[in-house]
């Protein structure tokens, strides 16, 4: 190897391995919801990797991220609330992404590209999802998702429940067929309506709105889709023989039929003008009802649209202008600790208030003894509150100059700040926990609130307020005590009445009825979730069953680990979680479902089979029923026990990476369809 070849090396392994990460923070992003990489680190690694394969011509892929916009599709099929999938269909114009800038100079740069006449449309970067609504004589008859730019999901059901989306044009002046683009948002109000909910629930919460909009518009059930309450702003026309010469004059066509057009939309003549609109939106947009997180620039005229055409996966007429992410300096005023429902301590900051985003931010979880000793902050310090891409708030550090540095000791706490018991970190665990589940009041009240809410026993009526005040008045310390409430104890209470206590009761009696998956899961064992639940009541129909199950005989349910095993063990072994269930049987809950079928046959005895990907023929969790129909075991991730792996479309880079280094091989649909036939 010469000197040359020596040096070239180690850049062309940097240039696969960008490759590996930009394809891995695009499948987290748009199919996991789960963003690893800000907007700014994506797109300098992705700088890098275009200039790197410009320096390799030789490396080109045409699968490279730098040649394909993320994909979206089948996200659906992940979604635990159904296995019907969306259909895919073919853009009719491919969706592309648009490049980004951070600076005045990439601006100007961007500008002396094009024509010395050209007029730019600024308009606001709404930060949702990327939606195609087709129109066929004024009738909605096709919404799209960007899916990976050629082929998007038809979401048209969910996006029907969106008011700000018009079903039908009652027009004559409107083409046969036209193309409006748009971005689908959860507003601030919503999103935040929406993670109180899942924080009671003890449910993951949603990064910012965009991944909540993103989740919310992949559900199968319009209803929910209905309830969260997302909206749309349009932003681009497409179609043959449509008015106007100007994007400018599209929009404002769009809106005059009907369509949600911003009214922060601005034609501007050169990069003074532009850099004026930036500067006032990067404020003012903090009082705006939905997130967004820049600014993008169009070429207005559409004749010139079109001389200027496309990169591989961007226009050349536009560009978007990224807002820095927001931070601010301000005072961690104290740290107090809540309870939650499983007893885990979490700290919480308490900060003088700031604005950020178009919110007041006073408080911000700490997660942890560990995350809190890592920023080394403690009370008095002045710290750096920061919503990067528009996310929960969250503290990054602390203003280094000394003097403003606090000379007070931070230490953890060792007892319960609510009952006084002593707390317990168990090993492995980085949260620390109070054991006292059965006399610390959070504890109380965060259970019977995750019993009656909406997933679990669905009982209207008793929402945090009134439980928290029968609790006060003795008439609840247990999930079973909802069930001896009486009439006139109820109608006795502060803001209560006859007529709320009978509306009560009714949802404490139709609750009987809720089936056995739910009831298990209304029941808060720890970890046990509402999936989980679901997959254990496959297998132990009755609650009779299920108490004398042992852990390695729950291991062998799909997704039950060891320590969930354990849990539900652990809450068996409870004399008083024993005295509670007799009561919920006396007052006539369902603790049996219906018996599972037994297997088909053992073609995939003793096997743990990995799924992955997206698939043509059959849904994920339908394939898991085949695989456990046959007599296999569905594991979630790839170890040297692994069978195979049934490997769709668009299969996750680290579950590939993994099976090439353990040699597990990789098993197409219709193979594993020729196998269990």
């Known amino acids: 190897m010469d000197l040359f070849s020596e040096i070239e090396e180690p850049e062309r392994e940097e240039l696969k391995s960008l490759r590996k990460e930009l394809e891995e923070a695009n499948y987290k992003y748009y199919v996991l919801n789960m963003p690893t990489l800000s907007d700014r680190?994506?797109?300098?690694?992705?700088?890098?990797?275009?200039?790197?394969?410009?320096?390799?011509?030789?490396?080109?892929?045409?699968?490279?991220?730098?040649?394909?916009?993320?994909?979206?599709?089948?996200?659906?099929?992940?979604?635990?609330?159904?296995?019907?999938?969306?259909?895919?269909v073919k853009h009719k114009y491919p969706m592309l992404s648009l490049a980004n800038s951070y600076s005045r100079e990439e601006i100007e740069d961007w500008v002396r590209k094009l024509p010395s006449n050209?007029?730019?449309?600024?308009?606001?970067?709404?930060?949702?999802?990327?939606?195609?609504?087709?129109?066929?004589?004024?009738?909605?008859?096709?919404?799209?998702?960007?899916?990976?730019?050629?082929?998007?999901?038809d979401v048209i059901n969910n996006i029907k429940t969106i008011p700000s989306i018009p079903w039908r044009i009652e027009r004559n002046d409107i083409p046969e067929f036209f193309e409006l683009r748009g971005e689908v948002l959860l507003p601030w109000e919503r999103f935040e309506a929406l993670n109180k909910e899942r924080e009671e629930q003890?449910?993951?919460?949603?990064?910012?709105?965009?991944?909540?909009?993103?989740?919310?518009?992949?559900?199968?059930?319009?209803?929910?889709?209905?309830?969260?309450?997302?909206?749309?702003?349009?932003?681009?026309?497409?179609?043959?023989?449509?008015?106007?010469?100007?994007?400018?004059?599209?929009?404002?066509?769009?809106k005059s039929w009907g369509f949600n057009i911003s009214d922060a939309i601005k034609v501007c003549h050169n990069v003074d003008e532009v850099m004026a609109y930036i500067a006032y939106w990067d404020t003012e947009r903090k009082n705006l009802p939905v997130a967004t997180d820049g600014i993008v620039l169009k070429v207005n005229n559409l004749a010139q649209q079109e001389e200027l055409g496309y990169t591989a996966k961007t226009p050349r007429w536009a560009i978007a202008y990224k807002f820095p992410a927001e931070k601010q300096l301000t005072l961690l005023k104290e740290i107090t600790y809540q309870v939650g429902r499983t007893g885990v301590v979490t700290p919480v900051a308490n900060l003088e208030p700031v604005q950020l985003s178009g919110t007041i931010v006073q408080r911000a979880t700490l997660h942890n003894e560990d995350f809190i000793k890592s920023l080394d902050i403690r009370p008095g310090d002045r710290v750096w509150v920061e919503k990067g891409g528009e996310i929960i708030p969250k503290i990054t550090g602390k203003e280094q100059s000394d003097e403003v540095q606090s000379t007070k000791d931070f230490s953890f706490p060792d007892i319960c700040p609510e009952c006084g018991a002593k707390l317990v970190r168990v090993e492995g665990e980085a949260a620390w926990r109070c054991p006292n589940e059965a006399g610390c009041p959070p504890q109380i009240k965060g259970k019977i609130e995750h019993f009656v809410s909406r997933k679990a026993m669905n009982i209207d009526g008793l929402g945090e307020e009134t439980i928290d005040l029968l609790y006060q008045k003795g008439l609840l310390h247990n999930i079973a005590d909802i069930y001896n409430l009486k009439l006139e104890d109820i109608a006795a209470q502060e803001r209560m009445g006859e007529k709320s206590a009978q509306n009560m009761l009714a949802g404490i009696e139709a609750s009987k009825q809720v089936p056995w998956s739910r009831v298990l899961f209304a029941l808060g064992i720890r970890m046990v979730g509402e999936t989980t639940a679901k997959k254990?009541?496959?297998?132990?129909?009755?609650?009779?069953?299920?108490?004398?199950?042992?852990?390695?005989?729950?291991?062998?349910?799909?997704?039950?680990?060891?320590?969930?095993?354990?849990?539900?063990?652990?809450?068996?072994?409870?004399i008083r979680n024993l005295e509670i269930l007799e009561r919920?049987?006396?007052?006539?809950?369902?603790f049996e479902g219906e018996a599972v079928e037994g297997p088909q046959s053992d073609k995939l005895a003793?096997?743990?089979?990995?799924?992955?990907?997206?698939?043509s023929h059959h849904s994920r969790d339908e394939y898991k029923a085949m695989i456990e129909a046959h007599g296999g075991k569905n594991v979630g991730s790839v170890s040297k026990k692994t069978s195979f792996i049934l490997a769709g479309d668009n299969m996750g880079p680290e579950k590939r990476k993994k099976a090439e280094s353990l040699n597990v091989k990789l098993i197409t649909e219709d193979e594993f369809l020729e196998m269990i036939k």
């Open 118 to 153: 050209a007029e730019i449309v600024c308009e606001l970067k709404y930060d949702g999802l990327s939606i195609s609504l087709w129109y066929e004589h004024g009738v909605l008859v096709r919404a799209l998702t960007r899916g990976d730019g050629q082929q998007g999901d």
């Open 584 to 590: 919920l049987r006396q007052a006539g809950l369902q």
């Open 41 to 88: 680190e994506f797109d300098e690694k992705m700088h890098r990797l275009q200039a790197l394969e410009a320096q390799f011509p030789d490396m080109f892929d045409p699968k490279s991220p730098t040649q394909k916009v993320g994909s979206d599709l089948n996200v659906q099929r992940n979604n635990v609330q159904g296995t019907k999938s969306f259909e895919t």
């Open 536 to 574: 254990i009541t496959r297998f132990y129909t009755s609650i009779d069953a299920l108490q004398w199950a042992t852990t390695e005989q729950l291991c062998a349910i799909e997704d039950v680990g060891p320590q969930i095993a354990e849990n539900i063990v652990a809450y068996f072994n409870d």
């Open 202 to 254: 003890e449910e993951p919460l949603f990064a910012n709105p965009r991944n909540a909009a993103s989740g919310t518009l992949k559900l199968q059930d319009p209803k929910e889709v209905a309830r969260r309450g997302l909206t749309a702003y349009l932003y681009y026309m497409l179609g043959e023989n449509l008015p106007g010469t100007t994007h400018f004059e599209r929009l404002e066509t769009a």
């Open 606 to 615: 003793g096997m743990s089979i990995v799924i992955s990907g997206t698939f």
